[in-house]
């Protein structure tokens, strides 16, 4: 059995176009939600109790199902077109009772929370759109729902901290943007794009490699660890202490 064939043909079917369009558009992006997935079902094995932040249309949320059976997690997301579109593709596992949503902001659904309540949290591409003191916040929120022991598992935009290197490497990713979309004639997707990587790139935003290890470590966290790099892309885990 080819397991990266079959992985593949049940996110084309579950998701169809938004996973098709992200694999040509961010093919690094989706390797990175998969990935998420992955490092939630081999550090939290016996930890069913997962808090999703930034759920949009479902794409991390089913590699996380697909790869942890006893998962049951909680997908935050105040942003109604993209998680109605989950509701509607991920409904079985809805019905199975392993998935409910929460249509508030991150900060807002985390303080609904009880202290050490959670396994772990997961996120996919959410963290970076934060501004800095709301993501310092979130983090915060995170470590406290968090039981002793449980873990913060993030694929995202971590900027590289020499800044020519990052700028190149941007460079590049437009240049696909401009390549991929130009030739599928979604010029409006293509400039709402381009205007979301300016506040991603912004002073206000971006969430440098250092600083935001040291943001965690600020929070509480231990055993922090940046990996599988793919050029702005990267897996960060980090741990509430026992």
């Given at each position: ?81 993209m998680q109605k579109q989950a509701q509607e593709s991920l409904a079985a596992w809805v019905n199975a009772g392993r998935l409910t949503f929460s249509s508030d902001d991150a900060l807002t659904a985390l303080k609904k929370l ?54 190149r490497t941007t460079q590049q990713e437009v240049s696909r943007y401009f390549s991929v979309l130009i030739a599928a004639g979604k010029l409006e997707l293509l400039e709402h794009w381009i205007v979301h990587l300016f506040s ?43």
């Open positions: 059995m080819n397991i990266k064939m079959d992985y593949d043909a049940m996110f084309s079917g579950i998701i169809g176009e938004d996973y098709a369009m992200l694999k040509q558009l961010s093919p690094l992006s989706y390797e990175m939600s998969s990935l998420v997935g992955a490092t939630v079902a081999e550090y939290a094995k016996s930890a069913s109790n997962v808090v999703e932040l930034g759920g949009g249309t479902g794409i991390t949320t089913l590699s996380i199902l697909s790869q942890h059976g006893s998962a049951q997690i909680l997908s935050i997301d105040n942003e109604p077109t009880p202290d050490a309540s959670v396994d772990s949290v997961a996120s996919a591409y959410t963290l970076h759109n934060f501004t800095q003191d709301y993501r310092k916040q979130v983090l915060a929120e995170v470590f406290r729902v968090l039981v002793p022991g449980g873990c913060f598992i993030n694929g995202d935009r971590y900027a590289l901290d020499d800044i020519d290197v990052h700028t991603d790139e912004s002073e206000n935003h971006i969430m440098r490699e250092t600083q935001a290890l040291t943001q965690l470590a600020d929070a509480g966290f231990s055993a922090i660890q940046l990996s599988h790099r793919y050029e702005v892309n990267a897996l960060v885990s980090a741990y509430k202490p026992q």
